[in-house]
């Protein structure tokens, strides 16, 4: 039996109905949110103009760097050689390159290095190929010194980067971070648009972060932590995917805090193609599902409300972008059905959420001080583009946290 145009016209008013709840639900939970990060955004450029460099104490502590690998012969070279002109006491310092059963020549080329260098010492890694984590407590049994810093294969730190690290350690921050920047920025579109996203991130995600609760979150690189209260905590989570994020949970709820200072910068390579940049991420996001799962019940515990609040947005932060730009795309979608008759509170959402994220992708580029007029005409169309594709990356992290066995996915990768 055929339907009728009445039955049609029907059926598209209840579907217009329910998008039209869909839409006025995601708006009421993604308008405020897009207002609580332009305020972080705000609260982080005054904290980066405000920072100034603490005094570097006389007498500094031992520090063990932690440098995992796998199969990182394109970068080690020039990372290890980044780790020899750190400007820090030689005698105190101790670099362990961490090899998780490497098929290329990577342990090769750090036994070259480390003979010019008697401080930086080559680790094989014993029932390898289980994690980072699971690599990085294995340096853990092994290092030596009073502070650990940690750093990726392909980073490539500042001279000053770990001295500015080291001089903000205190009784009440045990554990500080610095600045991540991209190296292979310029490389392609995508480059652009990852450079543009840390950017934002460090600015509101931590700079922000340490205006108003004066603590941060660990990334998973160009960081320092007291060796004694990493032990007390038992090192890294084996289990986890998104160890960094893991460890800056157990670390808040000691009600201790993590400092960020910009002024400790290391650069860094980031993926140049769309399948390796979305395995990363898809990986990250399944990161989160598992620390939301580990950690909700333990939000009670954190003293402060907004502290609690901003901490829960940042374990969501994939899945609240994703229904950011679904919010957008399903107001798309009515004004093509309606031929646009929709009402001015629809225009002023989509206008606000479209202008609230190109302010905040604005700020970042000031902040990062990246003068390219590509990157600041890019970013005009990163919502419409890169934006769009965390939809499938939040669907993807919620299936690969499924998996029972963690394994670790290394980045491949490329002559920089």
């Keep these: 039996m055929g339907w009728s145009m009445e039955s049609l016209t029907g059926a598209v008013d209840i579907i217009l109905s329910v998008l039209r709840y869909i839409w006025l639900f995601s708006a009421a939970v993604i308008y405020p949110i897009f207002v609580y990060y332009i305020v972080l955004t705000i609260a982080g450029l005054r904290y980066n103009s405000r920072f100034k460099r603490p005094e570097i104490p006389e007498e500094l502590p031992s520090v063990t760097i932690l440098i995992p690998a796998r199969n990182e012969g394109l970068v080690i070279r020039d990372t290890l050689r980044a780790m ?92 500080v971070t610095g600045k991540v920047k991209t190296m292979n920025w310029n490389r392609n579109i995508l480059t652009r648009f990852i450079c543009m996203e840390y950017l934002y991130f ?49 670390i808040i709820l000691t009600g201790k805090k993590i400092a960020y200072t910009p002024l400790a910068v290391t650069w860094e390579q980031e993926p140049e193609s769309l399948r ?6 898809t990986r990250w996001a399944a990161g989160n599902v598992h620390t939301v799962k580990e950690y909700v019940k333990r939000f009670k515990e954190i003293p402060s409300w907004g502290l609690r609040f901003d901490l829960f947005l940042t374990l969501m932060v994939y899945y609240l972008l994703a229904m950011a730009v679904i919010v957008a795309d399903v107001a798309f979608v009515a004004l093509l059905l309606t031929s646009g008759s929709v009402t001015w509170f629809t225009w002023s959402v989509l206008g606000f959420v479209y202008l609230a994220f190109l302010l905040e992708i604005f700020a970042g580029l000031y902040d ?21 594709i965390w939809i499938l990356i939040s669907l993807a992290g919620l299936w690969e946290a499924r998996r029972a066995k963690k394994v670790w996915y290394k980045t491949p990768r490329t002559a920089v």
């Design 84 to 175: 020899a002109n750190l400007d820090y006491p030689k005698d105190k310092l101790e670099v362990l390159l961490l090899d998780d059963g490497s098929t290329d020549d990577t342990a090769k080329i750090a036994e070259e290095v480390s003979k010019d260098y008697p401080f930086i010492k080559v680790i094989r890694v014993e029932g390898g190929g289980s994690g980072k984590s699971y690599v990085l407590n294995y340096g853990l049994k092994l290092a030596k010194g009073e502070v650990i810093a940690v750093y990726d294969a392909d980073n490539r730190p500042e001279p000053g980067a770990l001295k500015d690290l080291v001089a903000m350690l205190s009784d009440e921050t045990p554990a």
């Design 276 to 281: 390796v940049w979305f395995r990363q991420r």
């Design 202 to 250: 460090q600015l509101a995600g931590q700079a922000g972060k340490s205006k108003f609760y004066k603590t941060a979150i660990l990334p998973g690189t160009n960081f320092v932590i007291r060796k004694e209260l990493l032990e007390e905590l038992g090192g890294w989570d084996e289990e986890a995917l998104a160890e960094d994020l893991e460890l800056s949970f157990r």
């Design 368 to 388: 990062g001080k990246i003068k390219s007029p590509g990157c600041w005409l890019l970013a005009l169309l990163m919502y419409h583009t890169y934006s769009q």
